[in-house]
């Protein structure tokens, strides 16, 4: 026989799984974008690098 006591017994709602997953989905989404933030200021635009050759017309890209 199943107890009927204690949270409510059969019809007790449970809601920390929720919240705990969406917890999760926040805070991943949190540090995706303080990691973003990093590596953008990481990788600046117009920096020098060494390389093995002169651009001496036209126009150069790395990727």
Partial sequence: MLALVGFGGREAT???AAAL???????GRYLE???????????????????????????SSVD
């Avoid at 997953?21 to 805070?27: G, K, N, P, R, Y």
């Avoid at 590596?39 to 036209?58: L, M």
Wanted: no cysteine; charged share 20%.
């Fill in 14 to 16: 449970f809601y920390e």
């Fill in 21 to 27: 997953l969406t917890a999760f989905i926040i805070l």
């Fill in 33 to 59: 974008a303080v990691t973003r933030g990093r590596t953008s200021e990481a990788i600046r635009p117009g920096e020098a690098i060494p390389v093995d050759g002169i651009v001496t017309e036209g126009y």
